[in-house]
T-cell receptor
Framework: AQKVTQAQTEISVVEKEDVTLDCVYE???????LFWYKQPPSGELVFLIR??????QNEISGRYSWNFQKSTSSFNFTITASQVVDSAVYFC????????????FGAGTTVTVRA | DAGITQSPRHKVTETGTPVTLRCHQT?????MYWYRQDPGHGLRLIHY???????DKGEVSDGYSVSRSKTEDFLLTLESATSSQTSVYFC????????????FGSGTRLTVV
């Protein structure tokens, strides 16, 4: 069975600080996909990034960056120079490449950025 | 242009009454999923469908049933609503290839009083 753990429940920072969100996953499959979603106060789920298990190259997109390490089963997410608009709940999720492609979510981390 | 819509967006119902939530897609995707979101639990899978009339249970399926008579519609029914089913419900669709990702509806906020 697949499992995603986000140990941080809430993080509060002051604007311009960096924020790193931890995500640890468990799966027995060798092929799988990892995702990060953002849920702003308006409630919709916003897709941020997708990574497959064969691509450990880390990525930077603007103020966002992701660190994928298969050796530690982690897929961490960093917001650089945080802004108030980054305040949201962030979810890490995992889908195996078989078994009806069900998406399993972590419990989420609430990020509050104070001005 | 979202390709997926949920209805209703908000509903208040009484304990013991049946409730049906609807998910409608225009993408012709094979897979459809129903999740519930609760604080401290993230999103948990209730039921999903891998084709017309083909459905299966997720991790929190007790008290829920689903039906899919057409590719575009996936219905979630609470047979006899309880207060523990007060939640936000999300529908998602997928082509079945995770590298193409998932599309989520806007959610339905259900309150059982």
């Amino acid at each position: 069975a697949q499992k995603v753990t986000q140990a941080q429940t809430e993080i509060s920072v002051v604007e311009k600080e960096d924020v790193t969100l931890d995500c640890v996953y468990e799966t027995r499959d060798t092929t799988y996909y990892l995702f990060w979603y953002k849920q702003p106060p308006s409630g919709e789920l916003v897709f941020l990034i997708r990574r497959n298990s064969f691509d450990e190259q880390n990525e930077i997109s603007g103020r966002y960056s992701w660190n994928f390490q298969k050796s530690t089963s982690s897929f961490n997410f960093t917001i650089t120079a945080s802004q108030v608009v980054d305040s949201a709940v962030y979810f890490c999720a995992l889908s195996e490449a078989r078994g009806d492609y069900k998406l399993s979510f972590g419990a989420g981390t609430t990020v509050t950025v104070r001005a | 242009d979202a390709g997926i819509t949920q209805s209703p967006r908000h509903k208040v119902t009484e304990t013991g009454t049946p409730v049906t939530l609807r998910c409608h897609q225009t993408e012709n995707h094979r897979y459809m999923y129903w999740y519930r979101q609760d604080p401290g639990h993230g999103l948990r899978l209730i039921h999903y469908s891998y084709g017309v009339k083909d459905t299966d249970k997720g991790e929190v399926s007790d008290g829920y049933s689903v039906s899919r008579s057409k590719t575009e519609d996936f219905l979630l029914t609470l047979e006899s609503a309880t207060s523990s089913q007060t939640s936000v419900y999300f529908c998602a669709i997928s082509e079945g290839r995770p590298n193409y990702g998932y599309t989520f509806g806007s959610g339905t906020r259900l309150t059982v009083v």
